[in-house]
Nanobody, 124 residues
Framework: QVQLVESGGGLVQAGGSLRLSCTASGGTFSSIFMGWFRQAPGKERTFVAGVTWSGGRTYYADAVKGRFTISRDNAKRMVFLEMNSLQPEDTAVYYC?????????????????WGQGTQVTVSS
């Protein structure tokens, strides 16, 4: 059983930056795909970025390409989302998620494990 805990959310002005962290525990991680999703009020949960636990191949939603960077630290079992040039439309609850097998997928229902979420609010 994989457990995920996010941290690092907060309030930031437009144009600012935040770094989200996700700490993973339990289970084995060699065949895990990690993703970050976000959900704004009244909207569905959408894919933001993903990374393969082994190999570190990364994937991004078009809306965040060039602004967000996903990375992982295998030794610490952590995944990070560096968010730059934040805009009010980035405001959402951000979730860390994990799935097996090690295949890229943007659909939330494909993910088996979820963190509790962390709020990111960008003011204009």
């Amino acid at each position: 059983q994989v457990q995920l805990v996010e941290s690092g959310g907060g309030l930031v002005q437009a144009g600012g930056s935040l770094r989200l962290s996700c700490t993973a525990s339990g289970g084995t991680f060699s065949s895990i795909f990690m993703g970050w999703f976000r959900q704004a009020p009244g909207k569905e949960r959408t894919f933001v970025a993903g990374v393969t636990w082994s190999g570190g191949r990364t994937y991004y939603a078009d809306a965040v390409k060039g602004r967000f960077t996903i990375s992982r630290d295998n030794a610490k079992r952590m995944v990070f989302l560096e968010m730059n040039s934040l805009q009010p439309e980035d405001t959402a609850v951000y979730y860390c998620a994990a799935k097996r097998p090690l295949l890229f997928d943007t659909t939330a229902r494909a993910y088996d494990y979820w963190g509790q979420g962390t709020q990111v609010t960008v003011s204009s």
